[in-house]
């Protein structure tokens, strides 16, 4: 049963940890390798998170 829980908080804290990278996907912006490495690897910290999101917002996509 631990493992059930582990799964499942895994598969609900990756997508929010990376909803920055997935907001500019979607978006299709040119930037998009920036976004994904200030998430990745300044992520877990709240600010560099932030900072990813609010730079996947800003600016308009291919679209």
Same mark, same amino acid.
């Given at each position: 049963m631990d493992g059930? %829980? !582990?799964?499942l908080i895994i598969a609900v804290v990756v997508p929010i %940890?990376? !909803?920055p990278t /997935? /907001? +500019?996907m979607i978006r #299709?912006? &040119?930037d *998009?390798? *920036?976004i994904f490495a +200030? &998430?990745?690897l300044f #992520? @877990?910290?709240v600010i560099g998170w932030i /900072? @990813? !999101?609010i730079w996947s917002l800003s600016g308009k996509g291919k679209r």
């Open positions: 059930l %829980y !582990l799964a %940890y990376f !909803l /997935i /907001i +500019v #299709g912006r &040119n *998009g390798c *920036g +200030v &998430n990745l #992520g @877990a910290t /900072i @990813a !999101l």
